[in-house]
């Protein structure tokens, strides 16, 4: 049966019993043995052992409110007052239960207290970001790789497995794919939406900018963009000079466009 590593004693004790009387009678009851997941323990919401009589339990027949404020009274790391303030996952009830629906954190014991385990990651980590260089090397370059498709195979197909895992279930988000609140309607969103002023904002300080800078000296600094980019020299130093002059995103990307022309990147599927 499903138990708590703190419920293990009294399993034990039970599958003697039954050993006992099955000694004495015949074999009448099945030997018991507890199942342990991969977090056998949780704490209370204060920190504490988990019990009734100190009121820090979440009751598994609570409604999504009660369970909700129960959350938020929870016991986070005490040490920890500023965000960049060192934090300690092993005195934060609130850590517990994250890694309880984390997939993957639990099976490792004490995962981020000892170094080899996040070493290991780290090594993985690099390990494959240099697969991927050898292989864009291979290619010829991340211009080549760009152009044949492949890098934005790779980044369609993250985004496949990433929403697939999350529709899933597989990658839990906590008020997504689970623990969402009681009659919440996820499909019904209310979306940003810009307010349309915004626009009329943004076009009436673009004018102003337009009017009080100097033409002259913006006319000179994409000439001597374009220059650059004929000679094929690097373009940073200019384009800084431009901003400082105040040509716009729009005319300073008008250059380059002109002399490069648009990227379009291919169909993939």
């Known amino acids: ?4 590593d703190d419920q293990m004693p009294h399993i034990e004790v039970t599958r003697d019993l039954a050993r006992r009387f099955n000694a004495l009678y015949g074999s009448i009851f099945p030997e018991p043995r507890g199942l342990l997941s991969e977090m056998p323990r949780l704490p209370g919401l204060d920190g504490r052992t988990m019990h009734n009589s100190y009121g820090n339990t979440i009751p598994l027949s609570a409604p999504a409110g009660e369970v909700a404020a129960r959350i ?3 016991i986070t790391d005490p ?3 500023h965000s960049h303030d060192p934090g300690t996952p ?3 009830a609130a850590f517990a239960y994250y890694s309880a629906f984390l997939p ?3 099976g490792t014991i004490d995962p981020l207290a000892g170094s080899y385990y996040v070493e290991s990651l780290t090594n993985e980590i690099e390990k494959r970001a240099q697969a991927y260089l050898e292989k864009i090397d291979a290619m010829g370059g991340m211009l080549k790789a760009i152009e044949s498709g492949y890098i934005g195979r790779e980044i369609q197909e993250s985004s496949v497995r990433y929403q697939r895992a999350v529709d899933s279930g597989e990658k839990v988000i906590v008020g997504l794919n689970r623990f969402q609140e009681q009659g ?3 499909g019904q969103m209310d979306l940003f939406q ?3 002023a915004v626009e009329v904002r943004q076009k009436g300080k673009l004018a102003s900018l337009r009017a009080t800078r100097s033409r002259g000296a913006v006319d000179a600094e994409l000439a001597e963009l374009a220059a650059v980019i004929a000679r094929k020299e690097n373009v940073m130093p200019v384009v800084i000079r431009a901003v400082k002059a105040y040509a716009t995103v729009g005319e300073i990307a008008g250059v380059m466009r002109r002399a490069w022309g648009e990227y379009r990147g291919p169909t993939t599927i």
């Open 90 to 92: 092993q005195v934060c």
């Open 1 to 4: 049966m499903p138990v708590g």
């Open 104 to 106: 993957g954190l639990a």
């Open 72 to 74: 938020r009274r929870m």
């Open 184 to 186: 919440e309607d996820t």
């Open 194 to 196: 810009v307010d349309p």
């Open 79 to 81: 040490g920890r007052v």
